[in-house]
């Protein structure tokens, strides 16, 4: 009898433990990405329906892209019937293509492959990727490196082609990725675009030395950081083990892994400007959504010490649901369309940005992978 209340009151303080070591509940994180995205599926029930803002544009935007980036993320850890065919729709509306065509450099365009390669791969069937295979075709057989000329299109082109090497096994699209990610790094703008001191990227050419935030320091924009680590999580995700380059991939993910934390707020967000606060220094909530995204990646995969790690995720992850996510699932603090801090600017907990779209997906790929933490 003893034995019995001793194993017991062991196996009950083993589970105590257990339970506190949990980090996030998990069912509460995912209701609470099944809010934010019912509140927009209910305000967008026409998949093809053109975005009006300052002019009309149809929907398979790179906004749009972002989103559904975030959607099957969403449907690949909860796969609901009606995420497919939400996403299926879009495509089929827009006959899996790009809004300039195949002939198209622009990685805001071709942004839309990562969903129609993540519906090929649940449902193969050759017309959801011709469109695709032609446009990156096109890419990978002509000589320019140079397109990703500004950090979003990282973002929004690198998976793409990691995606295409995995289906087809051909590494030329792996190395082409490389080349065009490293082109971007190191010779966009006078010195490339990556800031090896400090762990962070420049917008653009516009904005690398000598041009200064107000307080003297560089311009760290904080979604465009936001989209470069989440690229370098996303396409960690899809390549293999051994393929060609990863080391650089991990390395660069450490880097900015590091130079984050000591800048992130105290409230768990992080500014606009993520080294000058003085200059539109409200909270963000898409940037910080990829942040998190990027880094709980690193955890997960061993990349990331989790000891250092985990608390910065936790305060973010906490920071974006109290302070951002609305009661409907509408979305707060997201900075409008833009390059710099200035844009969209001010930011507030009820200011509906000019797009609602790509904040929700950065917010369901952070959650996502929330979820898959151990």
């Not at 509460?28 to 093809?48: C, R």
């Not at 105290?266 to 909270?283: A, C, M, Q, R």
Request: hydrophobic residues 35%; aromatic residues 14%; glycine residues 8%.
């Amino acid at each position: 009898m003893k034995k019995n209340i001793l194993f017991l009151g062991l196996s009950l303080v083993l589970s105590s433990i257990a339970f506190a070591q949990q980090p996030f509940d998990k069912k509460e994180v995912l209701t609470q990405m099944e809010l934010a995205n019912k509140y927009f599926m209910d305000k967008w029930p026409d998949t093809g329906k053109t975005i009006v803002t300052n002019r009309e544009r149809p929907s398979n935007i790179w906004t749009r892209g972002v989103y559904y980036e975030g959607l099957m993320a969403l449907h690949e850890i909860w796969p609901k019937q009606v995420y497919y065919d939400y996403a299926y729709s879009w495509a089929e509306f827009h006959k899996w293509g790009f809004r300039n065509g195949n002939a198209n450099r622009n990685a805001d365009d071709y942004c839309a492959a990562q969903t129609y390669i993540d519906l090929y791969n649940i449902e193969p069937d050759a017309k959801k990727l011709k469109n695709t295979r032609q446009c990156i075709n096109m890419l990978l057989n002509t000589p320019q490196l140079d397109d990703w000329s500004w950090i979003d299109a990282i973002q929004m082109g690198m998976p793409v082609f990691a995606k295409m090497g995995v289906l087809d096994k051909d590494s030329r699209y792996f190395e082409k990725m490389y080349e065009m990610y490293m082109y971007s790094r190191n010779n966009h703008g006078d010195h490339g675009l990556y800031n090896p001191k400090d762990g962070l990227w420049w917008r653009d050419a516009d904005f690398d030395p000598p041009y200064k935030e107000p307080n003297g320091e560089d311009c760290y924009w904080s979604r465009g950081n936001g989209w470069v680590i989440a690229a370098l999580a996303k396409v960690l995700t899809i390549i293999p083990e051994d393929a060609p380059h990863r080391d650089q991939y991990v390395s660069d993910l450490k880097a900015m892994a590091k130079a984050l934390v000591p800048i992130q707020r105290k409230d768990g967000f992080w500014n606009v400007s993520l080294h000058d606060p003085t200059n539109f220094g409200e909270k963000e909530a898409s940037g910080t959504a990829l942040f998190v995204y990027g880094i709980t990646y690193g955890i997960n995969h061993g990349i990331l010490d989790k000891k250092t790690y985990l608390p910065v995720v936790e305060k973010a992850w906490k920071a974006l649901v109290k302070e951002s996510l609305h009661k409907d699932g509408f979305l707060g603090f997201l900075q409008s369309t833009g390059k710099e801090p200035k844009d969209g600017q001010p930011l507030t907990y009820d200011k509906i940005p000019d797009f609602e779209d790509y904040g929700l997906g950065c917010f369901l790929l952070a959650g996502s992978e929330i979820y898959k933490m151990k």
